[in-house]
């Protein structure tokens, strides 16, 4: 077939269900694949690490002229991308905040042993609305200090973001972009009105602490705030989702790996990570390089669009033995679950604590149920793969 059109039927909602054989195709056709549409793919291993770290990659629309609105620093090349990045991480991580991530434990703990209630043997359930939807939602509103009823709210919105980051072949649709567009100013104002609310008033969340940082300095302007806090709560649930549904139908598929993890919980940490690599969350990030380049041979021009297939890349078999057999006990797991690089999740431990307490939870119910249907009905995104349902008879 045209490796041309690749990227075209890649992005292609009917390869949703399975889109592994066409990057192995990928794989197989070059370290450098030029699209039809001028764009590049790039699937193997090394040659993704390699640029995930190279300088002259942008993430910035920026680069290539285009105008936009605020950028989130997802979205930045550094010095602006270190600056943003380093002040949203003051009051989540270490070295500021050491103990936020881990002081979690007990309240994921306790989401999910609530959202385990109603799930009875011999009931019908939906994975992704029942579980894997509402534990990730309810951690990010718990942080964030948004309120957990007003999850219809952002949810819409959360939707038209993620359309609007989507990877697809050809030009964007004007219909699309805008309406990306309104969903960020509109979810941006909501986050901005809460976090004014603790002006001077703090509780002990993210939205606070931005507030009431007392060092001018390390303010974030309210511009920043709104595209941070947005990204922030968008990034804090739709890959989480995403890792813990893939999780459960990869183990519902595998009723050995199944009986393993059963047998021997204390693997779940490495499932965990080998599910990254295996089905990963995020499968393709797009890059711009600033300059000409040369990538393993092929000419690149500036400003073109260089796709990265992470989730080819952590099939490539250069890298990986038997990459397409799902291994709980695989000793060599680097994936690009998280990215690499500058841009790596600052978000990754909270999901891997989440994605560890949702299975583990989860082991003594899987081990006599049956997937309804598989393939599952897929979200439409190419970039965040996942079920959109998952029906499960328990």
């Given amino acids: 077939m045209d490796t041309m059109t690749l990227l075209a039927r890649i992005t292609d909602y009917a390869s949703r269900p ?27 291993y090394h040659d993704i690490a390699a640029l995930l770290h190279d300088p002259r990659m942008s993430v910035d629309p920026r680069t290539r002229g285009e105008t936009t609105h605020a950028l989130p620093f997802l979205r930045l090349d550094d010095p602006e991308h270190h600056r943003l990045r380093n002040l949203a991480m003051r009051p989540f991580g ?63 919105w959360s939707d038209a973001l993620v359309t609007a980051a989507d990877v697809r072949a050809g030009d964007e649709s004007t219909e ?7 969903a960020q100013l509109e979810m941006g104002g909501y ?16 939205l606070s602490a931005f507030v009431n940082e ?23 649930h739709e890959t989480t989702v995403n890792l813990i549904t893939n999780g459960v139908l990869t183990l519902l598929r595998r009723p050995e790996q199944l009986e393993l993890l059963q047998r ?27 300059t000409d380049m040369d990538i393993a041979g092929t000419p690149v021009p500036a400003t073109a669009s260089v796709f990265l297939v992470l989730a080819s890349g952590n099939r490539d078999p250069r890298r990986f033995h038997e990459p397409d057999r799902f291994d709980p006990t695989r000793p060599d797991v680097q994936h ?37 249907e598989d393939p599952p009905p897929y979200r439409q995104s190419a970039m965040l793969r996942g079920p959109r349902h998952l029906l499960v008879q328990l």
Avoid at 218 to 233: D, H, I, K, N, S
Wanted: net charge negative.
């Fill in 176 to 182: 699309t972009r805008k309406a990306g567009e309104q």
């Fill in 264 to 290: 021997e919980p204390e693997l779940l940490p490495r499932a965990v990570e080998e599910l990254l690599r295996f089905e990963p969350p995020v499968h393709i990030r797009e890059r711009i390089p600033h």
């Fill in 214 to 236: 007392p060092d001018p300095a390390l303010r974030l302007t309210q511009e920043e705030l709104a595209v941070t806090a947005v990204l922030l709560l968008i990034a804090g």
């Fill in 336 to 372: 690009f679950g998280f990215g690499s690089g500058i841009h790596l999740c600052y978000g990754g431990p909270l999901a891997r604590i989440e994605a560890q307490d949702a299975l583990g939870a989860l082991l003594p119910l899987l081990a006599t149920a049956r997937l309804v």
């Fill in 94 to 156: 270490p070295p500021h905040s050491p103990g936020r991530v881990d002081g979690m434990r007990d309240e994921i703990a306790r989401i999910t042993k609530e959202l385990l209630e109603p799930l009875e043997a011999g009931r019908q359930v939906d994975i992704v609305d029942d579980f894997a939807y509402p534990l990730p939602v309810s951690v990010i509103c718990r942080l964030l200090g948004v309120p957990r009823e007003d999850e219809p709210l952002f949810r819409a």
């Fill in 18 to 44: 399975n889109p592994y054989p066409l990057y192995a195709e990928l794989r197989d056709a070059g370290r450098v694949v030029q699209q039809a549409d001028g764009s590049y793919l790039v699937g193997g």
């Fill in 191 to 206: 986050l901005v009105n809460l976090a004014e609310r603790r002006r001077g008033a703090p509780a002990d969340d993210l």
